[in-house]
């Protein structure tokens, strides 16, 4: 267990609102992800963070933006949501040896 | 570019009917191959990772062979607790992905196994 939290673990929000999805760790990996998961796609990258404050594209970025702060928190938003964001979010962190740890999911549907 | 390749999508076995699951890539150097189970609802979780070709790793029913071009999951005497998604997937040495970390996922195999 690497001690990955998600939080909200479901989510009904409006189109053109924003969203915040947190992923908290309790380890201090240096490097998170955020994952979407869709029927088809399967998990493809949205962002990641390589230490506090470093952050970068993943393949599928375009309307989300991140956040980190602190070691342990890593933030998800979606800026004004599309129908088309309605998917299953995970968060990851990468151990020393490359190995990644999957959080619970949040399943948000934007309405 | 990266990819990976799993198959079957889905597979029926009865218990104790063992199987293989197969994971076929392509990558610019692999840093890593990583086998995880997905239960409907939950998030992946780990099974294992394989570095090199001609690498096995094992734990319980199941073990993980690593060639040049693919990787194969084999369940041995499944029971119906086994059954969930099984998913593949690599990290590059080189490139992006081997800056990022970025795993590259195949899109899965169903297992169900029935009693």
């Known amino acids: 267990d690497a001690g990955i939290t998600q939080s909200p673990r479901h989510k009904v929000t409006e189109t053109g609102t924003p969203v915040t999805l947190r992923c908290h760790q309790t380890e201090n990996h240096r490097y998170m992800y955020w994952y979407r998961q869709d029927p088809g796609h399967g998990l493809r990258l949205i962002h990641y963070?390589?230490?506090?404050?470093?952050?970068d594209k993943g393949e599928v970025s375009d309307g989300y933006s991140v956040s980190r702060s602190k070691t342990e928190d890593f933030l998800l938003t979606l800026e004004s949501a599309t129908s088309s964001q309605t998917s299953v979010y995970f968060c990851a962190l990468r151990t020393e040896n490359f190995e990644q740890y999957f959080g619970p999911g949040t399943r948000l549907t934007v309405t | 570019e990266d990819q990976v390749t799993q198959s079957p999508e889905a597979l029926r076995l009865q218990e104790g009917e063992s199987s293989s699951l197969n994971c076929s890539y392509t990558v610019s150097g692999l840093r890593g191959l990583f086998w995880y189970r997905q239960d409907p609802g939950k998030g992946p979780e780990f099974l294992f990772t394989l570095y090199s070709a001609g690498e096995e790793k094992e734990k319980e029913r199941l073990k993980a062979t690593l060639t040049k071009k693919e990787s194969f999951l084999h369940i041995t005497a499944p029971k119906p607790e086994d059954s969930a998604t099984y998913l593949c997937a690599v990290q590059a040495r080189f490139g992006g992905s081997g800056n990022t970390g970025k795993l590259i996922f195949g899109q899965g195999t169903t297992l169900q196994v029935k009693p």
């Open positions: 963070s390589y230490g506090v404050k470093d952050t």
